[in-house]
């Protein structure tokens, strides 16, 4: 029974220690993980967002710059000069027909290219859109490695409070084995008594063995 009880005891202890290093591998596993992911993340976004940053500002610099522009062309339109030569010829005349109809040509292409800002500004709030998703997915990943902490803490609790219980059942097993080996020197010294009640020897004893119990 005491080897019976001491192989248990060892299995349960190897058992133990094989669960402490696999939940140590994993942990250090998934941290490393973590920290990487989180490195690329935060690397990417930062990136996403001088980008953007730099992007916004030279789409605005040019809509200043065309905005400045067309308010040069309506001042050309309304100068003193153009109406002058209307009240004085009636019409206009060539120079500023090809005036206008170069005008309208500028006018559209900036139109067409307005579209084309409008498009771009749009895929900007798309990229900012990516990089607040981005920003959540990092918060999430920060709450999971704090769960992680947790329950990390609580397996580790869960190990010392399993190491307690083998320590108090080994220190049971050891006392019952005491008990168990008392009460059989107990019950070995009667029967040696009753047998010899004539004679006055003592109750031998093994050599090197001294009573469990003082009398």
Do not use: C
């Not at 067309?70 to 030569?85: A, N």
């Not at 409008?118 to 990229?127: G, Q, Y």
């Not at 108090?168 to 006392?175: D, H, P, Q, V, Y």
């Amino acid at each position: 029974a005491s080897q019976v009880e001491k192989r248990k005891e060892l299995e349960l202890k190897e058992q133990l220690d094989a669960l402490r290093r696999e939940h140590t591998e994993t942990l250090q596993e998934l941290q490393g993980a973590h920290e990487q992911e989180k490195l690329l993340l935060t690397e990417s976004h930062h990136r996403s967002e001088a980008a953007l940053q730099e992007k916004i500002q030279a789409l605005n610099s040019q809509l200043k710059s065309f905005q400045d522009r067309m308010k040069r062309v309506e001042e050309s339109l309304l100068r003193t000069d153009y109406k002058k030569h209307i009240q004085e010829h009636g019409s206009p005349s060539p120079f500023w027909e090809q005036e206008l109809e170069s005008l309208h040509f500028v006018i559209e292409m900036k139109n067409e290219h307005i579209h084309g800002l409008d498009k771009k500004l749009l895929h900007l709030e798309t990229v900012e859109e990516r990089n607040l998703l981005l920003e959540e997915k990092v918060k999430t990943l920060q709450q999971e490695n704090e769960d992680l902490q947790v329950r990390t803490q609580n397996h580790l609790v869960m190990a010392r409070q399993l190491s307690e219980e083998l320590q108090a059942a080994r220190g049971a097993l050891e006392k019952e084995a005491q008990l168990l080996a008392q009460a059989r020197r107990e019950k070995e010294e009667l029967l040696y008594r009753v047998l010899h009640a004539g004679d006055a020897a003592p109750f031998p004893l093994a050599g090197g063995e001294v009573p469990l119990i003082a009398t």
